[in-house]
């Protein structure tokens, strides 16, 4: 076999969603084309606002840090066969608690505070979506409609506490004091121009190669996915399935709970409504078009937190091209590279296999 023939065929995993994203990506030219703009303009206006100046990388990149965590906080359960759609309730009880710590205990420990305000972020996505694996193995509930009902029970207890305890004096929107400065998140702003970009981002590349060591290299990570590839069988084997559901769960909620260290201890430096601002969900987006896999989902995360910087770009200088548009491109996007994954995929393998025999 020639070797550039191999190294195809090696990279076929990686081919296939480069073809749906291209596939995704055409179609959408036309959608811009419907709107009455042109399609090749509007993509290099996109990918100007996305990374054309320090700014925008910036900004891109702060995105992209909480799309690495939500994804993450999804491809890890479901490499035990579960469905995290808890990742915004998660998100909240994190945010709830790193907030606690910067508010009360801020002030007396300073910067000390913060790996414990990411440490209690963590703790408390875990924590929330410890209550849906126990019911899921204990009580055979389906994890999906409990974490989804989970997120509703986080957006009523942070209404709750917002507006009667922790709203900020006289203020009338739903929202805390500022946190102590000493607490915010060290911003990574100076080096590429003014934007929200901390070092949340690399602790997310941090995490993701953690997931990665912890899911190939380990033991706990082995019983994960033999218990998601293969229940029965790993019973067999000795492997309680049960617990590593739960453990799978629970430290996908933890990834899920950072997201509110980006966006509270590193952008906003107080705790508000609606943080998450939907990363939960669009982390199931991005753990489909990334496989599922580390590597895979920084990918994803990049794109589209490309996308949401170069779109809002993209309308301000394009008024044709709507915020809408944006995110039917998004759409189209996630239709391609997830529920449409194997369009291309028969047509590829026979290609190569042909491209093999020849």
């Known amino acids: 076999m020639k070797p550039a023939l191999l190294l195809l065929r090696k990279a076929e995993p990686a081919l296939v969603p480069l073809i749906n994203l291209m596939a995704a990506l055409m179609l959408s030219a036309l959608v811009v084309l419907a709107a009455g703009a042109d399609p090749l303009e509007a993509m290099t206006v996109l990918a100007m606002g996305a990374a054309g100046d320090g700014a925008s990388l910036g900004y891109t990149l702060y995105y992209a840090t909480n799309f690495i965590l939500s994804g993450l906080a999804v491809a890890l359960p479901f490499h035990a066969g579960i469905f995290n759609i808890g990742g915004e309730g998660q998100a909240y009880i994190g945010g709830l608690l790193a907030a606690l710590v910067c508010l009360f205990a801020g002030p007396a420990l300073g ?9 209690a972020a963590a703790a408390g996505g875990a924590l929330w979506a410890l209550v849906p694996a126990w019911l899921f193995v204990a009580r055979g509930s389906h994890v999906v409609i409990t974490t989804i009902m989970f997120n ?6 942070m209404a709750f506490l917002l507006i009667n305890v922790l709203i900020a004096p006289g203020q009338n929107a739903p929202e805390s004091v500022a946190f102590p400065a000493a607490t915010w998140m060290p911003s990574l702003g100076p080096l590429l121009g003014p934007s929200p970009l901390n070092v949340t981002f690399p602790l997310a590349l941090l995490l993701a190669v953690a997931v990665w060591i912890f899911l190939r290299l380990s033991r706990a990570g082995f019983e994960v996915r033999a218990a998601g590839a293969n229940p029965e069988a790993a019973r067999a084997a000795g492997i309680s399935v049960g617990a590593a559901a739960i453990l799978a769960l629970t430290l996908g909620g933890a990834l899920a709970g950072l997201v509110a260290v980006n966006e509270l201890m590193g952008a906003q430096h107080r705790l508000l409504l609606d943080f998450p601002a939907g990363y939960g969900f669009m982390g199931i987006a991005v753990a489909l078009m990334g496989r599922n896999h580390p590597l895979g989902i920084c990918l994803a995360a990049l794109f589209f937190g490309a996308l949401y ?3 809002t770009e993209l309308s301000f200088d394009m008024p044709a091209v709507t915020r809408d548009i944006v995110v039917v491109i ?6 391609f590279c997830g529920a449409l994954e194997n369009l291309f995929r ?3 393998s026979r290609w190569l296999g042909r491209e093999a025999t020849a």
């Open 152 to 157: 509703f029970i986080a957006s009523a207890v």
């Open 111 to 119: 910067w000390a505070a913060i790996p414990l305000a990411v440490l």
């Open 330 to 335: 998004e759409g189209l996007a996630i239709l």
């Open 346 to 348: 028969a047509r590829i």
């Open 309 to 311: 910087q170069g779109g």
